[in-house]
């Protein structure tokens, strides 16, 4: 049963400290995206790779946040310095995006459980 | 900017009737749409979806339109059940620019009540 996994599910930190959240990819998949859940806004896209290649990050508060995938079964989102605004469910997906010029099946993304942020 | 709107937060309906929810777009580019559905502690799981080229999707209790001149999408759930309380969440990708890269709505919280 393939699914995407994300660690850890919960996390309470104080304001300042650093926050980095994991997420396991499905396996094969090659586009890793990241989504920051809030009521205002619904499902915000932070950052998504391709392939590990970061493809864009422009939804990410640059100075604080950074994403990476340092191999083919790790994504990592970290928040440093942690502030209180950042409380919120953050998600990772992935898809086997492929280069086809019409949208299709291939746009479905999957998601983790998510991780819930609370900074105090 | 929001480019794809989901204007009603909330929707409560009884069981066995039909549920719709509607979504609004405004990137004419758009030519794929999704829905996926949420429950509580959760991550959102895909549900059903439409390309650009048709108008209408069905599978089973559930079926997407798509009104392309209006930019309007909706889910029609018949009947409803009380598995179906989730949250809603409409989604847009535009295929030409080969992101997989969706636009998601704020989401509408349905209950269906027994």
């Known amino acids: 049963d393939a699914r995407v996994t994300q660690t850890p599910r919960h996390k309470v930190t104080e304001m300042g400290q650093e926050v980095t959240m994991r997420c396991q990819p499905i396996?094969?998949?090659?586009?890793v995206f990241w989504y920051r859940q809030t009521m205002m806004q619904g499902l915000e896209l932070l950052a998504y790779?391709?392939?590990?290649?970061?493809?864009?990050d422009s939804g990410m508060p640059k100075d604080r946040f950074s994403a990476e995938m340092p191999d083919a079964t790790l994504a990592t989102l970290k928040i440093q310095p942690s502030e209180p605004r950042d409380s919120a469910v953050y998600f990772c997906a992935s898809g086997l995006i492929t280069l086809m010029g019409a949208g299709g099946p291939e746009n479905i993304q999957y998601f983790g459980a998510g991780t819930r942020l609370s900074v105090l | 900017d929001q480019q794809v709107k989901q204007n009603s937060p909330s929707l409560s309906v009884q069981e066995g009737r039909i549920s719709i929810l509607n979504c609004d777009y405004t990137n004419s580019m758009f030519d794929y749409f999704l829905w996926y559905k949420k429950y509580p502690a959760e991550g959102p799981t895909f549900l059903i979806s439409i390309s650009s080229i048709k108008d209408k999707n069905e599978d089973g209790r559930f079926t997407v339109f798509l009104n392309k001149s209006a930019k309007h999408l909706s889910l029609h759930i018949v009947p409803s059940q009380p598995g179906d309380s989730a949250v809603y969440f409409c989604a847009a990708s535009e295929g030409s620019s080969n992101t997989g890269k969706l636009i998601f709505g704020q989401g509408t919280t349905l209950q269906v009540k027994p």
């Open positions: 396996l094969g998949h090659n586009t």
């Open positions: 790779f391709r392939n590990r290649a970061p493809l864009d």
